[in-house]
């Protein structure tokens, strides 16, 4: 039996989080969670997920930053991010910045997972 996948949500909205974590968890997922970008990236340094699921407006570090510097960082680079943001005029730029996949807030969990799902099959052996 293979391991779990391990997934890292990041969202400044406990609400959000909490509830995400839960669903994502629910689905067969190891998950961890950080509360903005500057967390996010010191946790998928330490912990290495296998794919992270992150807001975009947060304080301390936004999403988008946060992107840009686990994308910059050869440790953290491979890692897919699935960018999630209230605002759609994020998409082009998430996109652009390396985002696997970007979701409209508020999304129906169902995408949410799907995009998750994908993200991770996109690390094939070859591209690791």
């Given at each position: 039996?293979?391991a779990?996948?391990?997934?890292?949500?990041?969202?400044?909205?406990?609400?959000?989080?909490?509830?995400?974590?839960?669903?994502?968890a629910?689905?067969?997922?190891e998950?961890?969670?950080?509360?903005?970008?500057?967390?996010a990236?010191?946790?998928?340094?330490?912990?290495?997920?296998?794919?992270?699921?992150?807001?975009?407006?947060?304080?301390?570090?936004?999403?988008?930053?946060?992107?840009?510097?686990?994308?910059?960082?050869?440790?953290?680079?491979?890692?897919?991010?699935?960018?999630?943001?209230?605002?759609?005029?994020d998409k082009?730029t998430?996109?652009e910045?390396?985002?696997?996949?970007?979701?409209?807030?508020?999304?129906?969990?169902?995408?949410m997972?799907?995009?998750?799902?994908?993200s991770?099959?996109?690390?094939?052996?070859?591209?690791?």
């Amino acid at each position: 039996m293979s391991a779990k996948k391990h997934v890292l949500v990041v969202d400044d909205d406990e609400a959000i989080l909490h509830g995400t974590q839960l669903r994502v968890a629910f689905n067969g997922y190891e998950v961890s969670i950080a509360a903005n970008g500057a967390q996010a990236f010191d946790k998928a340094v330490s912990l290495r997920p296998d794919a992270i699921l992150m807001d975009v407006r947060m304080p301390v570090m936004d999403g988008l930053k946060a992107l840009a510097k686990l994308k910059a960082d050869p440790r953290t680079s491979d890692i897919p991010v699935v960018i999630a943001s209230a605002s759609p005029g994020d998409k082009h730029t998430s996109l652009e910045s390396g985002a696997h996949f970007f979701l409209t807030k508020p999304y129906i969990n169902q995408t949410m997972l799907s995009a998750i799902a994908s993200s991770l099959a996109s690390q094939s052996p070859a591209n690791i």
